[in-house]
């Protein structure tokens, strides 16, 4: 079955910093990569979305990255701020299939 | 405002009482789901539907059933929940022919808890 792992549970960085997650995945290469936010006691809200065939993507102070060879997609957000703090999910669709989710990762952005 | 809703938000009940958790969403989505989260398993899809009378199997749907009557409504059934269900769940939807593998709009969750 489809295997997510986001790198760590909870990642620190100073504001200003640029925080970077990873999601890595196993089994199946997936034709979409999704990045959403998620706040404490709320629902999952989407960021992005970037396909097989694209290797980046931008939004904002948001970047995606997707690499089907090192099956990995590296989020970044630049310029963080401690309105960033939250958690970051990755969310993979594999054609034919559903979306699958990670764990997410935990950022905390330090004033 | 274009919104997911899910009613009841907190829920606590007992083995074996059958509960609804509904879900509606106003943005004439044809793609639902059913979701829980879980501490270390993250989003885990229970069911799904595509359009209107359709629906089908997630990943973790034991003990769970759903309808899909309307295109706005997907309620989430427990017919003799258990405490291995107590968990948040979250109903989300899809823009119209596009399915899971665009954006997913998801509602505030439900808590649920089976005692």
């Known amino acids: 079955s489809q295997k997510i792992e986001q790198n760590s549970e909870a990642l620190n960085i100073q504001e200003g910093k640029t925080a970077t997650l990873t999601c890595n995945y196993t089994?199946?290469?997936?034709?979409?990569l999704q990045w959403y936010r998620q706040d404490p006691g709320r629902g999952p809200v989407f960021l992005l979305l970037i396909r097989e065939n694209e290797k980046e993507k931008r939004k904002e102070r948001l970047k995606v990255t997707f690499d089907t060879t090192l099956k990995q997609s590296l989020f970044h957000i630049t310029a963080s701020q401690p309105a960033d703090s939250a958690t970051y999910l990755c969310a993979l669709y594999r054609r034919g299939n559903n979306l699958f989710f990670g764990t997410g990762t935990r950022l905390t952005v330090i004033p | 405002e274009a919104q997911v809703t899910q009613n009841p938000r907190y829920l606590i009940t007992v083995t074996g009482k059958k509960l609804t958790v509904t879900c509606s969403q106003n943005?004439?989505?044809?793609?639902m789901s059913w979701y829980r989260q879980d501490p270390g398993l993250g989003l885990r899809q229970i069911y799904y539907?595509?359009?209107?009378?359709?629906?089908d199997k997630g990943d973790v749907p034991e003990g769970y059933k759903v309808s899909r009557k309307e295109k706005r409504n997907f309620p989430l059934i427990l017919e003799s929940p258990s405490p291995n269900q107590t968990s948040l769940y979250f109903c989300a939807s899809s823009p119209p022919l596009s399915g899971p593998y665009n954006e997913q709009f998801f509602g505030p969750g439900t808590r649920l808890t089976v005692l």
């Open positions: 943005m004439n989505h044809e793609y």
């Open positions: 539907s595509m359009n209107v009378e359709v629906t």
């Open positions: 089994n199946y290469s997936p034709a979409y």
